[in-house]
């Protein structure tokens, strides 16, 4: 009895530090770690949610950018940072990715992460070069199967969320088609216009501008439901593929144990931002779709997307060293 009186105690004190702990969170200033270099969309999104902590709580938020391998190397240093609520960090599609395709990686996306929020979802769009005599998902894939091997697609490199996404695409459907991995997204975009690359995935808001120029062909949106600025725009499912359903994503994170109270307050923050009409605006001009889910679905989703990716993986033989 009197062993589980010192029990009851003792957790019961450490609740009431715990408590004390996150209401006078945060006491100091917070890093907020972006694992891509300045000016993308997760440098962007990044840097609003900081903007928006800062205000919210009169606290210095600094966002520091750790660029390198894909995403990975600020993502390890967000994995092993103290988990005492003063580091926050952005975590993309490509961390979900990267357990199926590197030997060695420094985190598990699940295990080594308390989950806070998937800020938004950045459907991609397959595009043609306009002299291809497709119009539709089903010309595609016919296209591709009278021609196996012929048919080439950009990416932004091995593994990159592009990459997958066509492969993705061809285990899906049956074809086969020629990888062209580029470094980066703009030399890919100018050699499809160019006519030297067939087809690729691209994120939408990146290939819109071409679109509406005439200078790539539209054919489907890679999520379920349509892409609001072009509600015409059919969907790859609705093309034919049924259950196709991807795309890039951004989102935070903190190191794993931070403290559940300091994980609320700043979901908190960042799903009433989200619900902002003004960043939901903001984003939407990004080519993002705003989101605001809650950190015990977004560890779900987190779980699905690893699952998804690693059997795209394995169909397509993906490995980097």
């Known amino acids: 009895m009197l062993h589980a009186i010192r029990a009851f105690l003792l957790l019961a004190g450490l609740a009431c530090v715990a408590t004390a702990h996150a209401q006078n969170y945060p006491a100091k200033p917070l890093r907020f770690i972006i694992p891509f270099p300045p000016g993308g969309p997760t440098d962007l999104m990044g840097r609003t949610a900081a903007d928006r902590l800062a205000k919210a709580w009169n606290v210095q938020v600094v966002a520091d950018n750790r660029a390198g391998a894909g995403g990975n190397i600020g993502t390890e240093l967000c994995a092993k940072s103290p988990p005492d609520g003063y580091t926050i960090c952005m975590m993309t599609v490509a961390q979900t990715i990267s357990p199926a395709v590197y030997k060695k990686l420094g985190f598990d996306p699940i295990k080594d992460f308390s989950h806070i929020t998937l800020m938004a979802m950045l459907p991609s769009m397959l595009t043609t070069h306009p002299t291809l005599p497709v119009k539709t998902v089903k010309d595609v894939v016919a296209l591709a199967k009278n021609s196996p091997g012929q048919l080439t697609y950009a990416s932004t490199g091995n593994g990159t969320s592009p990459h997958m996404l066509m492969e993705m695409f061809s285990a899906m459907s049956g074809v086969k088609m020629v990888h062209v991995p580029y470094k980066g997204q703009a030399p890919a975009v100018i050699d499809q216009i160019a006519g030297q690359i067939q087809l690729a995935f691209n994120t939408a808001a990146t290939v819109l501008p071409y679109v509406q120029a005439g200078k790539l062909k539209p054919i489907a949106i890679s999520t379920r439901e349509r892409f609001p600025p072009m509600p015409n725009l059919s969907t790859v499912e609705e093309g034919g593929i049924k259950g196709f359903d991807a795309s890039s994503w951004q989102s935070v994170v903190m190191p794993a144990n931070t403290p559940r109270e300091i994980v609320a307050k700043v979901y908190q923050e960042l799903s009433a931002m989200l619900k902002s009409q003004e960043v939901r605006d903001r ?37 980097l060293d």
Do not use: C, H, T, Y
């Open 283 to 319: 984003f939407l001009a990004q080519g993002a779709l705003a989101s605001g889910m809650p950190p015990e679905d977004f560890v779900g989703f987190v779980k699905r997307e690893m699952d998804k990716w690693a059997k795209v993986a394995k169909f397509a033989n993906i490995r």
